[in-house]
């Protein structure tokens, strides 16, 4: 495996695999690697010749100085972990190679941003874009991975792609979990052991929303899972919302979507936990 830090020399490694008629899968990362990751990595080999990794904790996509300060940073670990998966590159820039002049690009998102996410974590979206165009732009994939624990992103990155004109095709791969339900995350690690023990509510409650759904409204089946997973000690719901998988636009009656889904952001502790369950009609 190659270990590339500037874009100079990640071109110069694409330039010559297009040469030679590959296609280019591309996982971007934050780093941090855990299972879930390695699921996107292992579906990169499979449907491409040459897989890349990045490894680039975004600070554009950061709202919050202190989450970007105390994000886990394990470079490392995480290059063994790319080796054995049999990555082909990891590419592991600085901030200042990513960034030489500051980005002030400001894309037009449009409706799929402007709701959970987006109202929470101001210029959170605009961050991803701006750095996954760059990726997209750098390594020329043919084929993008992305983890559907961040269901509302991936439908940004769809509309990045779509009015930047990119030809690269973004796929979806399903969410990694623990045994007991709790959805991989680099922040996992930062739960006290009380916490990671009572984590995994988020998921058990998504999952019994679900038998629930069947003879209930949407407003009560929102309000079920914020109560149910409130009621757990140091956790703290901080939107529920039940959405269009399409649109991303929260819908009030199940006849509003062929198959809506969950999103849920809770405060376990100070750590913030993302998750999702799909209803299908
Ligand atoms: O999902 C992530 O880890 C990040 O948002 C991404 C897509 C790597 C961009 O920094």
Not at 112 to 128: D, I, K, L, Q, T
């Amino acid at each position: 495996m190659k270990i590339v830090r500037t874009v100079d020399e990640l071109r110069h490694h694409v330039a010559e695999a297009q040469g030679q008629g590959l296609t280019i899968g591309l996982v971007p990362t934050m780093g941090a690697l855990h299972a879930g990751h390695l699921s996107l990595i292992e579906r990169a080999r499979k449907e491409n010749s040459l897989v890349i990794v990045s490894v680039f904790v975004n600070p554009t996509q950061f709202n919050n100085p202190v989450d970007l300060a105390t994000y886990p940073r394990t470079e490392e670990a995480d290059c063994a972990k790319l080796e054995a998966a049999g990555v082909d590159i990891a590419f592991v820039p600085t901030v200042e190679e990513m960034y030489p002049q500051e980005d002030t690009r400001v894309f037009d998102l449009g409706p799929v941003a402007e709701v959970m996410e987006g109202p929470m974590r101001p210029g959170h979206f605009n961050g991803v874009a701006q750095v996954v165009s760059k990726l997209f732009d750098f390594a020329s994939p043919t084929r993008a991975y992305f983890g559907e624990k961040d269901f509302q992103q991936i439908a940004v990155i769809r509309r990045m792609v779509e009015i930047e004109g990119m030809d690269v095709e973004i796929v979806d791969c399903p969410i990694k979990r623990e045994d007991d339900g709790l959805a991989m995350s680099s922040r996992n690690v930062r739960l006290t052991a009380e916490q990671r023990e009572i984590a995994p509510a988020i998921h058990r409650t998504l999952l019994s929303s679900v038998a629930w759904a069947h003879d209930h409204t949407v407003d009560e089946t929102r309000r079920y899972v914020i109560d149910t997973i409130n009621s757990f000690p140091h956790m703290e719901v901080e939107y529920y919302e039940i959405v269009d998988a399409s649109t991303m636009q929260p819908i009030h009656d199940w006849a509003d979507a062929p198959m809506a889904v969950g999103c849920v952001t809770v405060y376990c502790g100070d750590v913030r936990l993302i998750d999702n369950i799909k209803y299908i009609r």
